[in-house]
């Protein structure tokens, strides 16, 4: 069951972040900023995620992937709660940097995480259904985005949608535990 979970987890969450970096651009466009310091925000984006993955290796080190993502999650969340009125320029490279440094850390921490839940016996097959499930909203979740904007006209249920997505990410990686190491021990044959 936690593999699911987790599958689901990352399937929202990397359909967010892949969303976010589609449509930022034309979100601020939208707000009336001129392109290249629209393309800046993404910018910012780019290079606070960089910081992002350095500190979670960091961190994971002394707490753990799992309060790690935790952590991730709950910046994430504080970031899209901030886009769903950020509509300046200030606002939107604040919203950058808190996203920035979530967006680095997730994936930074999901093959550590991965390890801690179910050990490392057959780490490469199980990270390799994370990322398969992670990838998969990252193609879908943009298309949808797009698909309401298109339809709604305006960033604000899309956006909103994916601020729920984190907050479910959140509360789902409060159940998530480490198997027994006898229950990984046996999956090892998958």
């Known amino acids: 069951v936690q593999l699911w979970q987790i599958c689901l987890l990352n ?12 449509h930022i651009v034309p979100y601020s466009r939208d707000a009336g900023i001129p392109a290249p310091l629209a393309a800046g925000v993404l910018s910012t984006i780019g290079g ?12 994971i080190d ?10 991730s999650y709950i910046i994430l969340v504080t970031g899209f709660a ?4 950020a509509d300046r320029l200030p606002e939107l490279y604040l919203f950058a940097m808190v996203y920035g440094l ?4 997730i994936f930074t921490a999901i093959s550590p995480l991965v ?6 016996r057959s780490h490469g097959s199980l990270f390799g259904l994370v990322v398969c499930s992670g990838t998969t909203g990252g193609a879908l979740g943009p298309f949808l985005v797009g698909y309401l ?11 909103g949608g994916m601020l729920v997505m984190a907050g479910f990410c959140v509360l ?6 480490p198997l027994p190491e006898a229950v990984c021990l046996k999956s090892s044959n998958l």
Do not use: C
């Open 11 to 22: 399937l929202m969450v990397v359909s967010s972040l892949m969303s976010t970096l589609v």
């Open 172 to 177: 789902g990686m409060l159940f998530l535990k």
């Open 115 to 120: 390890a801690e839940l179910f050990g490392t």
């Open 102 to 105: 979530a967006h680095g850390a």
């Open 48 to 59: 606070v995620s960089m910081a992002g993955r350095y500190l979670a290796g960091l961190i």
């Open 149 to 159: 904007y298109d339809h709604y006209g305006s960033y604000g249920l899309p956006f």
């Open 82 to 85: 901030w886009l769903q009125t």
């Open 62 to 71: 002394r707490i753990g992937s799992r309060r790690t993502m935790l952590a």
